[in-house]
């Protein structure tokens, strides 16, 4: 998918049209995966799943989420098999397979099988295909998409149109995938690069030392709260980084933990830049929103960054924000997350935490309540919620897959929801104290 977007990207396609064949390439493409391992994440002392001696999981995901199901090890032509019939059982509409089609196979390394092993795999795959009366295109065996030490192996199945096929040509030079012969391009100049020769010390900071718009006093006092919530947030994420990555290990890919410590600690970066620069509330907390979404990796990183960033549309950068426009800010939040991810309540996802949480925040704050209380309020309603999730099916997100492993374990995304909404609320409450003594 990267490589056909890229390629239109670079035949001129409009940003519509690279979308359009972004998509169309996701749609034309099937993979299945074998693992004999499972794999371990730097730093950690195990794996994220194990597999028994002589046993293989099937059908694992690539972010080392445990396999959907568990076979004796066959031999390597058995192997190509089931690949293959697996992937023929999938053919994506609109691919007429019983007419020749073409077919691109990628044979992918996950990251300690080795080549030779792959390399007789795929000799009974390419026999399987051609069988199939289907024409194999550029077929790939090796490494392009390993998950860290796991001993296995995916076939994906690349089932181009005429257009497709054209774009799949473009020749590729990454540090990670090369294929055909590439004319180096003059590099381009870029604003980052202006920055950097006025005095930034990175490409990073070059975005912080951007003037920030202007702020009146009121609103750059609230933006030391914002600044010193952020911070409130990063801390609980340490705090329980490894309980994070753990639940998520049980039924996702286990970095729930190591992504909202790199979501929330580049959102205190920028926060802290933003506020130093002299920012207002809102821009402090935007500048947070769009670190944390930028550099978090997970999809909660992507949510994180939503909710935020509606928050400090609501604070501007003007006057101390009423407690009801910090509800609706939340409240906005909330349904940017439910359209930008489309789950529900229900699916065990974070909306199961933030929902209870802006609706109880805003009917407190409705019936006159302090920001603060109303605030610790609405925690509680999110941490009941967030621990209900246990006992639910999940819908949404990687969990989906492994249905069943989740009951008993509260969603990850839900928990931590619930981990900083509580410590923020204790926040609000001990600087409304300081501020009445
Ligand atoms: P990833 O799933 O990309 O590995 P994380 O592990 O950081 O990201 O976050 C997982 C959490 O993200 C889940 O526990 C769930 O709360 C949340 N999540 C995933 N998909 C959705 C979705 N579509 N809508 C709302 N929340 C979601
Ligand atoms: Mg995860």
Partial sequence: MFRIAAAAAEAGYDLAEVTRVARLANERTRSFGVAFTGCTLPGAEAPLFTVPEGRMAVGLGIHGEPGIDETSIPTADGLAELLVQRLLGEVPNGVDAARGARVVPILNGLGSLKYEEMFVVYRRIAQLLTDAGLAIVDPHVGEYCTSFDMAGTSLTLFWPDAELAGLWQTPVDTPAYRRGSVTTAAQADTSARTALSAGASSILDAATLEDVPPADEASRTVAVTVLAAVQTIADTVDTHVEELGRIDAVAGDGDHGIGMQRGSHAAL?????????????????????????????????????????????????????????IAAGIVAGVQGVMAYGKAEVGDKTMVDALVPFSSTLAQTVDGGADLASAWRTAADAATRAAAATAELLPRMGRARTHGQNSVGTPDPGAHSFALIVTAVGELLTTRKENANV
Avoid at 301 to 306: K, Q, R, S, Y
């Fill in 269 to 325: 970066a920028a926060a802290r830049g933003a506020v130093d620069a002299g920012a207002g509330a809102g821009t402090t907390l935007a500048r947070a929103a769009d670190a944390w979404s930028d550099r978090a990796g997970g999809t909660s990183g992507a949510l994180w960054g939503v909710i935020l960033g509606a928050l400090a549309a609501k604070l501007g950068d003007d006057g101390d924000p009423e407690p009801a426009a």
